[in-house]
């Protein structure tokens, strides 16, 4: 492969995993606006009862983070990426996502690990999801326990006000 060939494969691969972090990061912080970026129009996203065209699911995964869990925090894990062609990608990427709930009075932190299952496609330059599973390996549910905050600590936020949005 020639040392340009090989200088794009970089370049799309990293394309690719921004994409993949826009969207957790989207998700954390129930940004619809960067979710928007994550997704070619009529995209299909399933994520087990939620699923369907991403102009569906983006709305609704966000109202489900936004009323049914106190916070939600994704981990990534490797991604495995293997071009078809130079404009379709399957990418494999470990991701394991906690969140906090209200369940029978007691407060919960529920964590599933599992992977991303995607199509990327590359239309008008740019990669974006065209389709995506996700596909649970594992969970489990834990008692939260708060711990006290001092006061110099910077709190994350799951909106704009969040420390990740400060340049």
Known sequence: MAPQDQLQLLLDEREIREVIYRYVHACDRLD????????????????????????????????VLRLAYSFCSHTLGQSRIDFADPDTAFVETY???????????????????GRYLDRFERRS??????????????????????????????????????PSYRR
């Open 95 to 113: 991701v394991i996502a906690a969140t906090g709930r209200e369940v029978d009075g007691d407060e919960l932190i529920e964590v599933v690990g």
């Open 125 to 162: 330059g740019a990669w974006k999801v065209a389709d995506r599973v996700f596909a649970p390996d594992w969970d489990t549910q834990l008692p939260r326990h708060r711990w006290q905050i001092p006061e110099q600590w910077t709190v994350g936020t799951r909106n704009h006000s969040d």
């Open 32 to 63: 619809e606006d960067e979710m928007r970026t994550v997704y070619h129009p009529g995209a299909h996203d399933e994520h087990g009862p939620l699923r369907g065209p991403e102009s569906e699911f983006r709305p609704n995964v966000l109202q």
